[in-house]
């Protein structure tokens, strides 16, 4: 089991950048491939980015590609979300994931472990 808590969310200007981070508990977390998801008010919760075990396969929903990035720090427990030129359609409740497999998917009904989320704000 692995437990995620998600940190880094808040209030920013359009066109500012926020870092998010997702510290995991447990010493086995370079076993899982691991994603961003997001939900904003009244959608759907959609992939925003995952990643691979070791990190080198990031892949990027296309609403996001060229401005966040995606990286983890298996020494270090730690998934990260990069987000610069950040847009108001990027508020959104943000999730980190955990899926017990190597390679990423873009589905979340196929990740198996969940943190609270934590709250991106855009302004325009």
């Known amino acids: 089991q692995v437990q995620l808590a998600e940190s880094g969310g808040g209030l920013v200007q359009a066109g500012g950048s926020l870092r998010l981070s997702c510290l995991a508990s447990?010493?086995?977390?370079?076993?899982?491939?691991m994603g961003w998801f997001r939900q904003a008010p009244g959608k759907g919760r959609e992939f925003a980015a995952v990643v691979n075990w070791s990190g080198t396969a990031p892949y990027y929903a296309d609403s996001v590609k060229g401005r966040f990035t995606i990286s983890r720090d298996n020494g270090k427990n730690t998934l990260y979300l990069q987000m610069n030129s950040l847009k108001p359609e990027d508020t959104a409740v943000y999730y980190c994931?955990?899926?017990?497999?190597?390679?990423?998917?873009?589905?979340?009904?196929?990740?198996?472990?969940w943190g609270q989320g934590t709250q991106v704000t855009v302004s325009s």
């Open positions: 994931a955990a899926r017990t497999a190597t390679d990423w998917s873009t589905y979340s009904d196929e990740y198996d472990y």
């Open positions: 447990g010493r086995t977390f370079n076993r899982y491939a």
